[in-house]
């Protein structure tokens, strides 16, 4: 009987175990780590709201935040103000983002094994441009972000393709071009990403078998609508919207629906939600009848229009933008940057939701450039071209033709006139050369000059 007995024990302690182990687990919060949560949910509405169109469309604050995060370890002044504004952290500042970042990065992944959640995070520094990140800044990128800074020559030909494989490879092939041809520019001085991978399986699975064709959007479209009969979830209602919490694995994630009721609209909708109460609804165990599209989006977005809007306008402001704590250049971190700003932001973000989960991806990627030095602007017509010949006084044309290079001057001959004379060739740090370097940037009588070793083509 004892023996039965024990066997029993053993068996219910090796079931509340399993059970056990199968709980979602739970990332601490303290007070302070629990209200920049909420900030920073308030800051995903309001990104939304900034961003959204009349298309189906995917963003990822938390791509951004983690973005931005690592550029503002680099901000000063009114643009670090602004950034710790816009993502909520207000006074809390840089290194509360640095923290939130470091938690969500070390902790996120390991909430349930049903469910992959991934964050990667890089910095690509062009070599050819002469600029080094400081010391403070690389420590700052490795410690709270993982990154470790890759040095490459961004007219190499292949950076937008090493970039965009990064991208690839850290969100499972879903997001396979992250800065298009036209988005690349070899004269960037770094280029900072974030790429976010998430994978969960429905709690609840649907059966395929029940997924049907049908209207969508009051007959304006149709959609596969997958169905569960008879299912246990979290539910509430008012008059504005119906709204289901659908669990993924064991409940670590979830995905939230807000339908607007009839004669509601999603701006009507989106009005009332904000960081603080988007989950206050009054949530009740339902036995639902739940009815719910199969489909895939994918966005391509440009923050930065969006992010000045929300209020963070200096940083992509030539005269304004304030990171002088990112690069330097020469022999001596005191040689810093202090022109240097926001050229590019974007977001490309992409979810599939079928019977069995949801798979959604982001990357989002922060260009950082310089005000081009006085009397210095790029232009190597290297590629067919168009000319005119025109009065000046009338703007009247006399001549307009192309040229598409008809090989008459050879390379060496070029060389040849290029390198005579007396010329004056220095190289970034004020040192004297005896004629220009292979490639990369140099001094030519006071100008700024790029040089490449094979034409580069945009």
């Not at 800065?179 to 990403?193: A, S, V």
């Not at 009721?261 to 609804?281: C, H, P, Q």
């Not at 602007?377 to 168009?386: G, S, V």
Request: glycine share 8%; aromatic share 12%.
């Amino acid at each position: 009987m004892r023996k039965i007995t024990l066997f029993v024990a053993a068996l219910l302690l090796a079931v509340v175990t399993s059970a056990q182990e199968n709980w979602p687990k739970q990332i601490e919060l303290t007070k302070e780590e629990a209200q920049l949560v909420q900030s920073n949910n308030d800051f995903a509405f309001r990104l939304f709201r900034e961003a959204r169109t009349d298309e189906s469309q995917l963003l990822s604050p938390l791509s951004i935040t983690y973005a931005l995060g690592m550029l503002n370890n680099a901000a000063v002044g009114k643009t670090q103000q602004e950034i710790n504004t816009v993502l909520g952290f207000g006074d809390a500042g840089a290194e509360a983002i640095n923290r939130f970042c470091l938690k969500l990065l070390t902790e996120a992944a390991g909430l349930d094994k049903e469910t992959r959640v991934a964050i990667a995070n890089n910095i690509y520094v062009n070599s050819a441009r002469g600029y080094l990140l400081k010391s403070a800044f690389k420590e700052q990128a490795k410690t709270y972000y993982n990154a470790e800074p890759e040095t490459r020559d961004f007219f190499d030909g292949l950076t937008r393709d090493v970039i965009n494989q990064w991208g690839s490879d850290h969100t499972e092939g879903m997001i396979k071009e992250t800065l298009k041809e036209d988005e690349f520019d070899p004269m960037t001085i770094c280029y900072l990403l974030n790429a976010l991978y998430f994978k969960g399986v429905w709690t609840q699975q649907f059966n395929p078998a029940n997924t049907q064709r049908t209207f969508f959007n009051n007959g304006k479209a149709t959609a596969d609508m997958m169905q569960i009969m008879d299912g246990e979830f979290q539910y509430a209602q008012n008059e504005l919207y119906q709204s289901v919490i659908m669990p993924y694995g064991n409940g670590a994630y979830q995905m939230t629906v807000f339908l607007p009721r009839y004669g509601k609209t999603l701006d009507d909708v989106l009005a009332k939600l904000n960081g603080e109460n988007w989950m206050s609804a009054g949530y009740s165990d339902y036995n639902l009848f739940l009815g719910f599209p199969r489909f895939e989006t994918e966005t391509d977005v440009n923050l930065k229009p969006i992010m000045s809007a929300l209020g963070m306008p200096s940083a992509f402001i030539q005269s304004e933008a304030q990171f002088p704590n990112l690069c330097y250049w020469g022999d001596s971190e005191d040689n810093v940057k202090d022109d240097i700003y926001i050229a590019l932001m974007k977001q490309v973000a992409k979810i599939k939701v079928n019977e069995e989960g949801s798979e959604a991806a982001a990357v989002t990627v922060i260009g950082i450039t310089e005000n081009a030095a006085a009397g210095y602007a790029e232009f190597i017509a290297d590629r067919p071209f168009l000319y005119v010949i025109s009065e000046c006084s009338t703007g009247t044309i006399f001549f307009i033709g192309q040229y598409t290079g008809d090989g008459t001057t050879g390379v060496a001959e070029m060389e040849s006139k290029r390198n005579a004379g007396n010329e004056n060739y220095y190289n970034l740090n004020g040192q004297r050369l005896q004629g220009p370097p292979a490639k990369g940037l140099y001094i030519k009588d006071g100008r700024k000059v790029m040089r490449r070793q094979t034409p580069f083509r945009r």
